[in-house]
């Protein structure tokens, strides 16, 4: 099973609407880090979260980590073409600097 | 303001040659870490580096994998007597230090043939 799930795997949405993607861990996080990344392409760091209950926003984005710090969410707002794209969590462990992902989820937004 | 680069961006081979990629992280950046992504996943962690010393590998990275960062500066990883299970896409990524966001390069696609 993976260790990081995240949900849905795959959103297809209006522009203009809400949406929210999920990031869930099995063992605590220490930090959790979200990307977006275009196909074929690499990684953009997005934001990153390390102590229960924080919330960090950019933009129109804005990703939360709940008070155990086993579950985060990135919720977008009034979403736009340009949010199109693969979005990965990642999460780091204690005493470890590798980030472990999800398998990510694949955001289309259409006009 | 330069990110990560990596080169070359695309590789096609033939099963059993070897091959080598580079990566050049943010200048500064002491950490370097060398992560594999096939197709429909997240990437994997391989091995990170703290300035020249090598201070994590996987057990993905199998004898036929190595990589080295010589001076501190840009990494290598070589896989030698390539197979098909290797294609993948190889990102690199850098760190200020510790605890601090990765910034990923755009990757070398490694294509066996």
């Known amino acids: 099973s993976q260790e990081l799930e995240q949900s849905p795997q795959s959103l297809i949405v209006q522009e203009g609407k809400n949406l929210t993607i999920n990031c869930t861990s099995s063992k605590t996080l220490y930090g959790l880090y979200w990307y977006k990344q275009k196909y074929g392409e690499g990684l953009i760091f997005l934001m990153m979260?390390?102590?229960?209950?924080e919330e960090k926003s950019h933009e129109k984005i804005t990703a939360k980590l709940d008070e155990k710090k086993q579950q985060s969410s990135l919720h977008i707002t009034a979403s736009q073409p340009s949010h199109a794209g693969i979005y990965l969590c990642g999460a780091e462990r204690f005493r470890t600097d590798k980030l472990i992902f999800g398998t990510g989820t694949r955001l289309q937004v259409f006009p | 303001d330069t990110g990560v680069s990596q080169n070359p961006r695309h590789k096609i081979t033939k099963r059993g040659q070897n091959v080598t990629f580079r990566c050049d992280p943010i200048s500064e950046h002491n950490r370097l870490y060398w992560y594999r992504q096939t197709l429909g996943q997240g990437p994997e962690f391989l091995t990170y580096f703290q300035n020249e010393a090598q201070l994590e590998k996987s057990r993905l990275l199998s004898d036929r994998f190595s990589a080295e960062r010589p001076k501190g500066s840009f990494s290598t990883l070589e896989i030698q007597r390539t197979e098909q299970g290797d294609s993948a896409m190889y990102l690199c990524a850098s760190s200020l230090q510790s605890n601090q966001p990765q910034h990923f390069g755009d990757g070398t696609r490694l294509s066996i043939l």
């Open positions: 979260l390390q102590k229960g209950g």
